[in-house]
C-alpha cells in the first residue's frame, strides 16, 4: 500500500513538472504554430503593440510560406538564452529545422520574433 | 373627257354662230329652234365649269390630304428614328452604368488588397519595417570558443 502510494505521488509530480515548461517556450511554441498556421490573430495577440503593427498578412504568409517548406511543425526546443535576454529555439519540422529567436518584454508580450534558417538545411 | 371636248366644241360654235350676222328677226320657227340651242349649250357651259371648279376644288383638297399623310408619315419616321435613337442612348446610360459599377467593384477590391497590405493597427502610410534582416547568430567553434555569424532572418522586432 505504501509503495502504491508513493508511486501515485512521483505521478503527480511527474505531471506538475510536465506542466511547468518554461512560459517562454510556450509562448514561442504558440507563436510558432500560429506563424505556421498563417493564425495573424493568434500571432499578433502574443506581440506588443508597436510589434503587432508591424504585422502584415503578406508577410506573415511568406513566413508560414518558409516553415511549410519544412514540412509539418513538431514543436520547438529550447537552445539556448543570449547576453540581451533573447532565447533561441529550434523548432522542428519533419524535413527540416529552422532557428527562431525570441524575444520578451516584462510584462512578457513577444517584443521580437525572427525566424532563421537553419545553416544545416 | 371626250364628252367634254365636244360640249366644248358645240360650245364655241354656237357662240360664233351668235356672232355671226344675223338676218332680221322674224318669228319662224327655225330662229326659235336656234334659240332654244343656244340656251340650253348656254346651260352646259356654266354646269361644266362648276363641275371643273368642283373638280379643281376636290383636287386641291386630295393634295392637301396628301400633303398632309405626308406630313404625317415623316412625323411617324422621325418619331420612329427619335425613339430608336433614346432606345439606344438607354442602353449606353445602361452600359456606362454597369461600366461604373465594375470599376467601383475593381477599386474596392484593391483599397482590400492595399489594407491587407498594410500593417495591423495603421490606417495611413506603412511604418517601416525591417522583416528581413541581418541577425546575428552565435556559432560555437570546434575548439570551444564562439563565432558570431551574420545570416539573414525574417521576423518582427529587432533582436
Redesign the interface.
Known amino acids: 500500500m505504501r509503495t502504491i502510494r508513493a508511486l501515485v505521488a512521483c505521478g503527480f509530480a511527474v505531471l506538475a513538472l510536465a506542466g511547468c515548461g518554461s512560459s517562454e517556450s510556450r509562448t514561442a511554441d504558440s507563436v510558432t504554430r500560429a506563424v505556421y498556421n498563417n493564425d495573424i490573430d493568434s500571432v499578433t495577440k502574443s506581440f506588443t503593440p508597436g510589434l503587432a503593427k508591424q504585422v502584415t498578412r503578406e508577410q506573415l504568409g511568406q513566413l508560414s510560406d518558409l516553415m511549410h517548406s519544412h514540412g509539418d511543425y513538431k514543436g520547438l526546443t529550447e537552445t539556448g538564452t543570449e547576453p540581451d535576454g533573447a532565447m533561441d529555439f529550434r523548432a522542428d519540422f519533419t524535413s527540416g529545422s529552422l532557428i527562431v529567436k525570441m524575444k520578451l518584454d516584462s510584462d512578457g508580450k513577444v517584443s521580437g520574433y525572427r525566424v532563421i534558417p537553419s545553416p544545416s538545411t | 373627257m371626250k364628252l367634254s371636248r365636244i360640249i366644248g366644241v358645240s360650245l364655241i360654235a354656237a357662240m360664233l354662230a351668235m356672232l355671226a350676222p344675223q338676218a332680221p328677226a322674224s318669228a319662224d320657227g327655225a330662229a326659235s329652234t336656234r334659240n332654244i340651242i343656244l340656251g340650253g349649250a348656254a346651260a352646259a357651259l356654266i354646269i361644266i365649269n362648276h363641275n371643273k371648279q368642283v373638280h379643281a376644288h376636290y383636287a386641291q383638297d386630295a393634295s392637301n390630304e396628301a400633303a398632309l399623310a405626308a406630313q404625317r408619315n415623316d412625323a411617324q419616321a422621325a418619331y420612329a428614328s427619335e425613339k430608336k435613337a433614346y432606345d439606344n442612348e438607354s442602353a449606353l446610360v445602361s452600359d456606362l452604368k454597369r461600366e461604373v459599377a465594375y470599376q467601383h467593384d475593381q477599386v474596392d477590391q484593391l483599397r482590400q488588397q492595399v489594407a491587407?497590405?498594410?500593417?495591423?493597427?495603421?490606417s495611413g502610410g506603412t511604418?517601416a519595417?525591417n522583416?528581413v534582416?541581418q541577425?546575428t547568430?552565435?556559432?560555437p567553434t570546434p575548439v570551444g570558443g564562439e563565432q558570431q555569424?551574420a545570416?539573414?532572418?525574417?521576423?518582427?522586432?529587432?533582436?
Open positions: 491587407m497590405m498594410r500593417p495591423i493597427g495603421t511604418p519595417t522583416f534582416a541577425t547568430l552565435v556559432h555569424v545570416v539573414t532572418s525574417y521576423g518582427w522586432g529587432t533582436i
